[in-house]
Structure formats: C-alpha cells, structure tokens
C-alpha cells in the first residue's frame, strides 16, 4: 500500500512540474530594460539589423564605450536601433536584443549615428525607405555621421554622401564607384573623414576609425589609453586615411 501512495505522489510530483513549466517560462519573459543615457555626454546610437557584421558593431561600440572610464571628458553613451525591439540575430549567429525600435520609439538625441556593416547593405537594405528615412532623420542634427564597411553604400544612397568623399569595403569599391558614380570615393584608405562623416573599409579596421573619432573629440592622449586599455596599437600618423581639409 506505502509503495502505491509514493508511486502516485511520484506521479503527481512530474506532472505538477511538467505543469508548471509553462508557467515558469511565462515568469521567466524578459522585460524590457531602457540603458541609462546619462546626461552631458555624446549619445551615441548603432543601427543594427538582422545580418548586421559582428566587427562592424562591436569593434566601434567597445571603442565609443570606453570613454565612459576616462575621466575629465565628455563620454559616450552607447545604445543600438532597430526596426524592432525583438532579438536580431547577426551574420555569425550572435543574437542581440536591440534597445529602440525606430518605428515606434521616440529615440533619444543622437549625437553620433553609427552605421555598422550588414548582410544586405549592397541589395535589399537600400530599397527599406523606413530605415533610409531614419538614417536621413538622424543626420540633420547629429554632429557626426559614421559607417563602416559597406555601411557606406547606406548613407550613399540616402544622399548624404553626395557632397563629401568617402571610401567603402576594399573589394566593394568597384561596386561602389558603379552604384553611386557621382560620389568622390576614395581607394586605398582605412577611413575617410569629410565634414561630419567618417567612413572607414570595416573589418578590424573599424577599431581605428572609432579611434580616430575619440582622438579628434578628446586628444591623443585619451586615444591612446583607450586604445591601450584594448590592446590595440594605435598611432594615428601611420593609418593610411584620408582627411577634408
């Protein structure tokens, strides 16, 4: 008789459980945590997409971040957008939960627009006129305008581009020369900075171009401790580069 009464509590004990696990994963839902934009410092927003290039956004952000541990300058807070606020997966498989959806937020001041890389930056991305509308909305009071990779071919087909040099993905330059062939496009660069827009070729590159936006706003020496602090050599006279005067 005891061996039946364990057996059915046994019984009891799984299905209960097995019960319950749907309940757990509804309490387990992520709710939305807002960053905490901190005030007095340069906000600084990474439009992100499904196909988005891991170096591409995180090589920059990692960059821009740091400056938030250097003290007697004005940082940088660091957040990402989107067209959604559900998880966007990235060329290599990393899954990123974005922190606005540009189509529905009211989107803090952007002080400085980061276009990393992405899958279809070349094709169908520049037929997607809501994100092109956000990337031209941004543009008309951020003080600095950046790309990385073939997050050029972006802003080149918004227009921002047409009155300033830039430079692209080395092997896409051909390609970029022939999609936009009005534009002043420069080969054999790591970046290219012309007014409040700095492009860089991308990849690991993209460290230097985020770099050399830190030094330009903060000095070399602040530069150079971040650059430090990520094991990263960096001496801005030897990057190939191409600056307006």
């Known amino acids: 008789m005891l061996k039946k009464v364990l057996a059915i509590s046994l019984l009891f004990t799984i299905v209960s459980c097995?019960?319950?696990?749907?309940?757990?994963?509804?309490?387990?839902?992520?709710?939305?945590?807002?960053?905490?934009?901190?005030?007095?410092?340069?906000?600084?927003?990474?439009?992100?997409?499904?196909?988005?290039?891991?170096?591409?956004?995180?090589?920059?952000?990692?960059?821009?971040?740091?400056?938030?541990?250097?003290?007697?300058?004005?940082?940088?807070?660091?957040?990402?957008?989107?067209?959604?606020?559900?998880?966007?997966?990235?060329?290599?498989?990393?899954?990123?939960?974005?922190?606005?959806?540009?189509?529905?937020?009211?989107?803090?001041?952007?002080?400085?627009?980061?276009v990393p890389s992405a899958e279809h930056h070349l094709d169908t991305d520049l037929k997607d006129s809501i994100m092109l509308d956000f990337v031209k909305k941004a543009d008309k009071d951020a003080l600095f305008v950046t790309s990385h990779c073939d997050?050029?071919?972006?802003?080149?087909?918004?227009?921002?581009?047409?009155?300033?040099?830039?430079?692209?993905?080395?092997?896409?330059?051909?390609?970029?020369?022939?999609?936009?062939?009005?534009l002043d496009i420069k080969d054999s660069v790591l970046f290219v900075h012309d007014g409040k827009y700095i492009t860089s070729a991308g990849g690991a590159k993209s460290f230097e171009a985020a770099l050399y936006l830190c030094e330009y706003l903060y000095g070399k020496e602040i530069a150079e401790s971040i650059a430090g602090g990520l094991v990263i050599d960096w001496n801005l006279e030897e990057v190939p580069k191409f600056i307006a005067p």
Do not use: C, W
């Not at 960053?35 to 952000?61: H, Q, S």
């Not at 007697?72 to 498989?93: C, Q, R």
């Not at 087909?157 to 020369?177: E, Q």
């Open 151 to 182: 997050g050029a071919f972006v802003l080149a087909k918004t227009g921002i581009l047409d009155k300033v040099a830039s430079t692209t993905f080395p092997s896409d330059i051909p390609k970029y020369k022939v999609m936009f062939p009005h």
């Open 18 to 114: 097995g019960e319950r696990k749907p309940m757990e994963a509804e309490s387990k839902t992520t709710q939305r945590v807002m960053p905490t934009l901190e005030p007095n410092r340069y906000n600084v927003a990474f439009l992100i997409m499904d196909g988005v290039y891991n170096t591409e956004f995180t090589a920059p952000f990692d960059i821009f971040q740091h400056t938030q541990y250097r003290k007697g300058i004005k940082a940088m807070n660091t957040f990402t957008v989107a067209n959604t606020l559900d998880p966007i997966t990235s060329f290599e498989g990393v899954r990123i939960l974005p922190d606005f959806d540009y189509t529905q937020d009211s989107i803090p001041k952007i002080d400085v627009l980061v």
